[in-house]
């Protein structure tokens, strides 16, 4: 452990305690985000099972740490410092894809990658979730942000999700079946807090060739390659305000390739932040301010952040 990084290394040292030999202390967090900056967690703990839910609650309540659940990490800038709590990923048990031809539904478990489940589901001839193939994402962050992209969201296409509510004082905590119309799915946000934990989704699809299901996939594929950048980046940095675009405001601002230290606005897409290797959160943040900065002032539009801040704790000027 890092003592003089944390402001309360005792509670570090609770929570890693309750957690057991399976905590991890001074974990990779930023390093694991598609961005690849920010520092550590203060601790990190692999769920498997309800009792590691339970588990974990335990620690959260003994140490007054907060949790979050880490997915793939592609909509998420950690802060420099670290995030002072417990990181929750989930493991093998939430890793499942089972797909239902009679129905064309499809069961994922939380930590199923989307580009994995959308080429899975192409390959057997289920449709409509090929737009997931563009998403870096998981499907338990998916449920919780309502991804989307190539003109779809995961609203479109779920049926329910099992939830289970650390705030719960059932042991284990409770896990509840939702269904779709009960999670607030709006643009690029959920009615989830964080006191739940998406385990699972079901997901509606329909019958379609293989073949032109793949060719679809890789036509977003393709398409992705050309308009959007590659390196070292969390996606999309900011919300599209309604009927406009986030990265056109951006463009005509002029800030295409506006660079602080060691983060740039990208030469291909202007919603995207690309940082160098090495390079800092605090450079990401100072990028993201700027631009609000600038698109408020030409356009009269106050952008909001899409990639969620951890660590930061209170950030008037992007909140």
Request: proline share 5%; aromatic share 4%.
């Amino acid at each position: 452990m890092c003592p003089d990084r944390w402001s309360d290394p005792d509670a570090v040292s609770t929570a890693a305690a309750v957690l057991g030999p399976r905590a991890r202390s001074d974990a990779p967090l930023g390093a694991l985000t598609t961005s690849r900056v920010g520092g550590p967690a203060a601790v990190a703990f692999e769920i498997s099972s309800a009792a590691d839910l339970q588990c974990a609650r335990e620690a959260s309540e003994a140490s007054g740490l907060e949790i979050i659940v880490f997915g793939r990490g592609s909509n998420v800038l950690v802060a420099d410092r670290g995030f002072e709590g417990i990181a929750l990923f989930l493991g093998e048990a939430y890793s499942g894809i089972e797909i239902d031809h009679a129905e064309t539904t499809v069961t994922a478990g939380a930590a199923v990658v989307l580009p994995v489940l959308a080429r899975r589901c192409a390959s057997v001839g289920i449709g409509g979730l090929e737009w997931a193939v563009g998403v870096p994402g998981s499907v338990g962050g998916a449920v919780r942000m309502n991804a989307g992209g190539h003109g779809s969201d995961l609203a479109s296409c779920l049926i329910d999700a099992d939830i289970a509510d650390l705030d719960s004082q059932d042991t284990p905590p409770l896990v509840v079946c939702c269904q779709a119309e009960d999670l607030a799915l709006g643009y690029r946000r959920s009615g989830l807090g964080d006191s739940d934990v998406v385990l699972r989704a079901r997901l509606q699809g329909h019958r379609t060739p293989p073949d032109a299901a793949m060719g679809r996939i890789a036509d977003i594929v393709r398409w992705r390659r050309e308009h959007q950048p590659g390196g070292q980046n969390s996606g999309s940095v900011f919300m599209n305000p309604p009927s406009d675009s986030a990265g056109a405001r951006i463009d005509q601002a002029g800030l295409r390739g506006l660079r602080i230290g060691t983060a740039e606005i990208s030469r291909v897409h202007a919603n995207f932040i690309v940082s160098d290797p090495g390079g800092t959160a605090a450079d990401v943040v100072a990028l993201m301010v700027e631009i609000r900065r600038r698109v408020a002032e030409k356009h009269g539009v106050t952008l909001q952040p899409e990639v969620r801040m951890v660590g930061f704790g209170d950030s008037p000027s992007l909140a």
